[in-house]
């Protein structure tokens, strides 16, 4: 047999040579420092070890059960995202009534403001209006 690491030497099935790296937080092994360094960012774990354990290849069995195990975390995390949107969307349409009504609020608050305004301009205009007359009259 050749060593995975060294190919021009020739090791026996009887040597011990490193055949994983192992998590020595959680115990998980991996193939190769790629996946173990996959982990370690996605965990945060940062210790790890060589094994000579050898990882054991799935059967078909266990890589359809472990598919079919990944396609329903898959689905559960789909659906739990599609509520956290329905719930945002609904939340962010409740925000923009809101802001629609307060924003025609304003407005009839303005409208009726500017109405005061001409109601006082016209109030002083035809006050002035019957001063000027008062004054001018002999």
């Known amino acids: 047999m050749r060593h995975p690491l060294f190919p021009s030497k020739h090791i026996s099935t009887n040597d011990n040579f490193y055949r994983a790296i192992k998590c020595t937080q959680c115990g ?9 360094n996959f982990h370690a960012e996605k965990s945060g774990h940062d210790q790890f070890e060589e094994s000579t354990e050898e990882i054991k290849q799935l059967t078909e069995e266990e890589k359809r059960q472990r598919i079919e195990e990944l396609r ?5 995390k789909r659906a739990a995202r ?6 945002a969307s609904k939340a962010n349409e409740a925000l923009r009534r809101k802001s629609g ?9 303005l409208q009726a403001k500017e109405l005061a305004k001409e109601a006082e301009r016209k109030k002083r205009g035809a006050l002035a209006s019957s001063l ?6 002999p």
């Open 101 to 109: 009504k307060d924003a025609g609020k304003i407005r009839e608050e």
């Open 28 to 36: 998980k092994q991996f193939r190769d420092t790629s996946l173990a």
């Open 132 to 137: 000027c007359l008062f004054l001018s009259a």
């Open 82 to 87: 599609e509520e956290e949107e329905k719930a």
């Open 72 to 76: 329903a975390r898959l689905a559960d």
